[in-house]
T-cell receptor, first 114, second 116 residues
Framework: KNQVEQSPQSLIILEGKNCTLQ??????????LRWYKQDTGRGPVSLTI?????NTKSNGRYTATLDADTKQSSLHITASQLSDSASYIC?????????????FGAGTRLAVHP | NAGVTQTPKFQVLKTGQSMTLQCAQD?????MYWYRQDPGMGLRLIYY???????DKGEVPNGYNVSRLNKREFSLRLESAAPSQTSVYFC???????????????FGQGTRLTVV
């Protein structure tokens, strides 16, 4: 079964600290992997998209890594800010039920405290 | 450039009532989607429209219908609302299908629906 699992479920860090969020997937065949940020009460907003041939991609203080062999991805946030408080969702594109679809993880809820 | 716009933002329905959630995008995208987001779960696809004039079922289509009114608009209808349909609903759009490499998906701000 195609699944995307994220850990931890929630995380609290102090402002200025770094953190790393994890994503494991069993989606096959695999097309690409995305990380989204979802602020409370808002829709998801894209941070990065990576194909299976890419190992790392950065977007400002956000750096995503991908290991297609082990089917693992991580999102590293550097020098966290209060505005980083949000849910971070890992999304894998895969073929399921005869069509390409986005398969969503449940997200990691990050709280950055002053 | 508004992106993806959903209306309404909040709605409370009584069991058995009907309503239509509206979605419009101004990015000239071909594909549009409706998802629902429930606590502790990832977004799940209800219906999608790969292009104007076509609609297909996603993972959880029961209790819903959709209409791709034109290239810009994709509506979701609940004919007889049930408490199990209490959720946050998101509309999304992509220029091409999500299987196309690096196709970006844009989401609306969501509709929080409560069925009592």
């Amino acid at each position: 079964k195609n699944q995307v699992e994220q850990s931890p479920q929630s995380l609290i860090i102090l402002e200025g600290k770094n953190c790393t969020l994890q994503c494991n997937y069993t989606v096959s065949p695999f097309s690409n992997l995305r990380w989204y940020k979802q602020d409370t009460g808002r829709g998801p907003v894209s941070l990065t998209i990576m194909t299976f041939s890419e190992n790392t991609k950065s977007n400002g203080r956000y750096t995503a890594t991908l290991d297609a062999d082990t089917k693992q991805s991580s999102l590293h946030i550097t020098a966290s800010q209060l505005s980083d408080s949000a849910s971070y969702i890992c999304v894998v594109t895969g073929l399921s039920g005869g069509y390409n679809k986005l398969i969503f993880g449940a997200g990691t809820r990050l709280a950055v405290h002053p | 450039n508004a992106g993806v716009t959903q209306t309404p933002k909040f709605q409370v329905l009584k069991t058995g009532q009907s309503m239509t959630l509206q979605c419009a995008q101004d990015m000239n995208h071909n594909s549009m989607y409706w998802y629902r987001q429930d606590p502790g779960m990832g977004l799940r696809l209800i219906y999608y429209s790969a292009s104007e004039g076509t609609t297909d079922k996603g993972e959880v289509p029961n209790g819903y219908n959709v209409s791709r009114l034109n290239k810009r608009e994709f509506s979701l209808r609940l004919e007889s609302a049930a408490p199990s349909q209490t959720s946050v609903y998101f509309c999304a759009s992509t220029l091409q299908g999500v299987g196309t490499l690096n196709t970006e998906a844009f989401f609306g701000q969501g509709t929080r629906l409560t069925v009592v």
